[in-house]
């Protein structure tokens, strides 16, 4: 492939390639062709398209509450309501009248109380991943043992040694060195 040719020549030692391709076979080609070319920690990712539904949509404030406020507030919440099934109507109401004289001044205050909800845009993915994939390539490109052996001679004499580094030096890292151009 002449765009990984391409960029072996252009690319400094350790540098960095990203291809797209729209399908595996290319994503294979690719990768073979990048080991030929003395690239490493080839990788690839796959990119599915998955669609979002964008609206406009009423949510409530982040909670300021602590933890324990807030399992304090459920089980307060839990006590003042009715226990079991079978009450009577007169058992839960005994004065019927109060209690409709009541539910506006209660009413205006759990109003008040209650945080004002914000409008804001919001997105939601839709669960079926439908559409054409697309694969994304990485690879790093080699350092030449030429380029390795200089560095090795250069931190060599700034620490004092007085020999080079060996024609068979380990690779620095886990990269294997590609052998100097001709």
């Not at 062709?33 to 599915?48: I, K, M, P, W």
């Not at 919440?77 to 005994?94: F, I, L, S, T």
């Amino acid at each position: 492939m002449q765009v990984v040719e391409s960029a072996a020549a252009c690319l400094k030692p350790n540098g960095r390639f990203c291809g797209f391709s729209p399908c595996i076979e290319q994503v294979q080609q690719t990768a073979a062709q990048l080991r030929a070319n003395f690239f490493t920690d080839v990788s690839c990712v796959e990119c599915l398209l998955r669609f979002y539904e964008v609206r406009r949509d009423h949510l409530a404030p982040p909670c300021t509450l602590t933890p324990a406020q807030r399992l304090a507030e459920v089980n307060a919440k839990k006590k003042g309501a009715p226990q079991g099934k079978g009450k009577r109507k007169a058992d839960a109401e005994p004065d019927a009248e109060a209690a409709v004289d009541a539910a506006p001044a209660e009413k205006a205050e759990e109003e008040a109380a209650a945080p004002e909800t914000r409008v804001d845009w919001g997105a939601t993915p839709q669960m079926a991943a439908r559409g054409h994939t697309g694969y994304l390539l990485f690879a790093r490109k080699l350092v030449p043992m030429s380029v390795l052996r200089t560095l090795l001679d250069v931190r060599n004499a700034a620490d004092g040694a007085t020999t080079a580094a060996p024609a068979d030096a380990a690779p620095v890292g886990d990269a294997q060195m590609a052998p100097e151009a001709e």
